[in-house]
C-alpha cells in the first residue's frame, strides 16, 4: 500500500514536499517512483529511487529543482519540489515495482492515490 501526503496550492516559486508512506512491503526492496498527470496530459515520470542508488532517475523538466529521497527504515519516500511553476500542477503519484527502476511508467505495478499540486498564484 502506497499514501501520498503534502500536497496543496502554493505560488510559484514556492515548494513543496510530498511524502509517500509504504506498507506492506519490504520497501528497500522496491524502486520507488514519481509519477504526475496534468488535466489533458499523458501522465509523466519525475523520478525514480533505484534499489541501486546508481541507477536512479530525473526527469529533465524538474532536474534542479525536485530531488526525491528516500527512508527506507521508516518506509517513507519523499519528492521535494522547489521553484514550483505554473506547468507543475498534476496530480502526483507514487509508485513501485520490485526491483530497478522499470524505465516505463506501466512497470509499476503499484500506485498510490495521488496527491494534487496546484502551482497559482
Known amino acids: 500500500l502506497l499514501v501520498e501526503s503534502g500536497g496543496g496550492l502554493v505560488q510559484p516559486g514556492g515548494s513543496l514536499r510530498l511524502s509517500c508512506a509504504a506498507s506492506?512491503?519490504?520497501?528497500?526492496?522496491?524502486?520507488i517512483g514519481w509519477v504526475r498527470q496534468a488535466p489533458g496530459k499523458e501522465r509523466e515520470e519525475v523520478s525514480c529511487l533505484s534499489v541501486n542508488a546508481d541507477l536512479s532517475y530525473t526527469a529533465d523538466v524538474v532536474k534542479g529543482r525536485f530531488s526525491a529521497i528516500r527512508d527506507n527504515a521508516r518506509k517513507l519516500v519523499y519528492l521535494q519540489m522547489d521553484s514550483l511553476k505554473f506547468e507543475d500542477t498534476a496530480v502526483y503519484y507514487c509508485?513501485?515495482?520490485?526491483?530497478?527502476?522499470?524505465?516505463?511508467?506501466?512497470?509499476?505495478?503499484?500506485w498510490g492515490q495521488g496527491a494534487q499540486v496546484t502551482v497559482d498564484p
Open positions: 509508485a513501485a515495482t520490485y526491483g530497478e527502476c522499470p524505465g516505463r511508467i506501466d512497470g509499476y505495478p503499484h
Open positions: 506492506g512491503f519490504r520497501m528497500d526492496y522496491y524502486s
